[in-house]
């Protein structure tokens, strides 16, 4: 979602019948996969500027919330998630898309999906109405495991992973120390107005942390990539109108919480993404605004650009 400040705006005709929930381009930026209240996925081919309906995916029961690229080391694989409980893993060979995975161990809709990163292989995590995250991990011989976690009682609404690095360790190890160790966490956020961060240890997830701050149902969360710095950056947002930054100074250190802006934002905040680079927080409000976010030297957060987007419905409102 992040875009460049001052990045040109650019409306696609997506052809779905009814509201588009999300949309994300594959890795090299060559696809892109929307999805809508109509039940469908569509992908498009991208040349350039020009997009191109290459398939149409059927098969949800309800709308479809949200959808996820796998890294292309895997293949050309592509996860939803829809109101029906169900997440479905999709994949392109010669030309042709095929379900391979139907995950239907959820008893509400699943609001989120989210691929971790490459290098811990290829797992999904899920989260749903139902108060749980499933973890799902494809094994060499075609078949996968899955993990229930009881994250938010009350509900969950978003996943996001941390970075794979562990924080700092570039750093310190220097170039010529062979690979970093890597770190197998994610974050969950829910209507109990929590953020909970989980972490793979002893062969079996746990609950790291717990994060209170917000006042009302947390919609989305975000880990800022790793640039090398051992500071790891979190975002979150809420239907209280607030957008929060955790910070972590080194991976022992205590959590802050800092508001991105004094003042709230005009509307329900119901999604957040980083640039590549990680310095960028892109955040998309009720209001049709999406407004990109530069921190200071002096801590502050900095808005450095504003789009209005007059004919999109604010993202994955569900």
């Not at 562990?166 to 829910?190: H, M, T």
């Not at 980083?274 to 892109?282: D, F, P, Q, V, Y």
Request: aromatic share 10%.
């Amino acid at each position: 979602m992040a875009a460049a400040p001052g990045a040109s705006q650019q409306s696609l005709e997506t052809q779905h019948e009814d509201m588009v929930h999300d949309a994300q381009y594959d890795y090299y930026g060559k696809r892109l996969a929307t999805c809508s209240s109509d039940k469908t996925i569509k992908i498009f081919d991208v040349e350039g500027e020009n997009h191109r309906l290459a398939e149409t995916l059927r098969g949800h029961d309800g709308p479809v919330w949200q959808i996820s690229w796998a890294h292309p080391k895997f293949g050309c694989i592509l996860a939803s998630c829809s109101y029906d409980g169900k997440v479905f893993v999709w994949r392109e060979q010669n030309g042709q898309w095929a379900r391979i995975k139907e995950h239907v161990s959820h008893t509400a809709s699943v609001n989120s999906v989210a691929w971790a990163p490459h290098e811990l292989g290829p797992i999904l995590a899920c989260a749903s109405s139902d108060g749980r995250v499933s973890i799902l991990s494809f094994k060499d011989d075609g078949t996968w495991d899955t993990v229930m976690l009881d994250g938010h009682g009350t509900g969950c609404n978003a996943v996001g992973w941390a970075p794979a690095t562990v924080p700092g360790s570039l750093i310190q190890q220097g170039p010529n120390s062979g690979k970093s160790p890597i770190s197998k966490r994610f974050s969950s956020v829910g209507c109990d107005n929590l953020v909970k961060i989980w972490v793979y240890r002893d062969e079996t997830w746990k609950e790291e942390e717990v994060l209170e701050g917000h006042t009302d149902w947390v919609r989305d969360v975000a880990w800022a990539p790793n640039i090398g710095v051992p500071k790891s950056y979190l975002a979150s947002c809420s239907q209280d109108k607030t957008v929060l930054i955790w910070t972590q100074d080194t991976p022992s250190a205590p959590w802050q919480k800092k508001p991105l802006r004094n003042e709230k934002f005009a509307d329900v905040v119901w999604r957040v993404s980083w640039s590549l680079s990680g310095n960028i927080l892109a955040v998309s409000c009720g209001d049709n605004k999406i407004t990109l976010w530069k921190e200071m030297l002096t801590g502050e957060w900095e808005c450095v650009s504003e789009m209005e987007e007059k004919a999109m419905a604010a993202g994955g409102q569900h």
